[in-house]
């Protein structure tokens, strides 16, 4: 069973590295990739956790690119996680992140919903290599008492045109995608059907695109079968994974959403 999209707590995952690799052995997974938002944090101890446990963990990485005033994730594989100028476009990235919260701290408290950014944001600069984002931010919204979960905390204050919706400013996809192979990895799409990106990815995979994420709990059969054959008419390698964060509104189980093992050795071999 081939994983290729986790997260840990390195950025808005619950589990800590070890702990997620356990869930992942438990569930039967024999090859995953840690996908934390815009850092490396987590990779040495998932590999060190995997090891132990006979699973093979490779670097990945999500990295979030904006077009157009919205978010396309860039999923990284197999690149140097050590890479000068990638751990120093990540800090950026962070740093980025870290100012966008506090707007949307800003907003939420304006509106008569406060909730301790502070807090999210001490944490975030202590722990160096920590990623927040508006998962954090929903997670203390509940814990404020404001709403009753995260998707609710999404569907009425964060997410896109909403009251507390602060946009992302940063890199287009086209200047991620050569991060990516500049540390020597590959690039894929993530979640394609939620993006809806797909009048872009020609030009995508003429700027360097090396895979879309047919496989991912959001696609139903019909949508997979979509971007396998996309992928197929483009020439571009696939990824798939489960999108696990440990919050019960964002990914299943570790497994839950995986990679065939065909598919796995043609992205194996795409790497030399």
């Known amino acids: 069973m081939i994983d290729l999209h986790l997260h840990t707590t390195a950025s808005d995952g619950r589990c800590t590295p070890s702990e997620l690799v356990e869930q992942a052995a438990a569930a039967g997974v024999s090859i995953l990739a840690v996908t934390d938002h815009d850092t490396t944090a987590a990779v040495a101890a998932v590999r060190e956790a995997a090891r132990a446990r006979g699973i093979e963990a490779i670097p990945g990485i999500e990295i ?10 860039v999923l990284g594989y197999f ?9 120093a476009f990540l800090a950026a990235q962070r740093a980025a992140r870290i100012a966008r ?17 502070e807090r999210l944001v001490r944490r975030a600069r202590r722990e160096n290599g920590r990623s927040i984002g508006r998962p954090q931010v929903a997670r203390a919204m509940v814990e404020a008492g404001h709403v009753a979960d995260t998707r609710e905390a999404f569907d009425r204050w964060l997410g896109g045109d909403c009251p507390a919706f602060v946009p992302r400013t ?6 991620v995608i050569d991060v990516i192979h500049r540390a020597g990895g590959l690039a894929s799409i993530a979640h394609p059907g939620k993006t809806r990106l797909d009048g872009r990815i020609g ?10 994420e047919a496989y991912h709990p959001d696609h139903d059969e019909a949508v997979v079968s979509r971007y396998v054959g996309l992928a197929r008419e483009l020439g571009l390698l696939l990824t798939g994974g489960s999108d696990y964060h440990g919050d019960p509104g ?17 992205l194996a071999a795409g790497r030399a």
């Open 64 to 73: 979030t690119a904006v077009e157009a005033g919205r978010d396309v994730h």
């Open 101 to 117: 919260v506090e707007a949307i701290g800003t907003r939420l408290a304006e509106l008569g919903v406060p909730v301790e950014i």
């Open 79 to 87: 690149f140097d996680p050590y890479d000068e100028p990638l751990l």
């Open 203 to 212: 030009a995508l995979k003429d700027a360097g695109l090396d895979a879309l």
């Open 170 to 175: 940063g890199a287009g996809p086209e200047a």
């Open 250 to 266: 964002h990914g299943l189980a570790p497994g839950s959403a995986t990679l065939p093992a065909s598919e796995w050795e043609r």
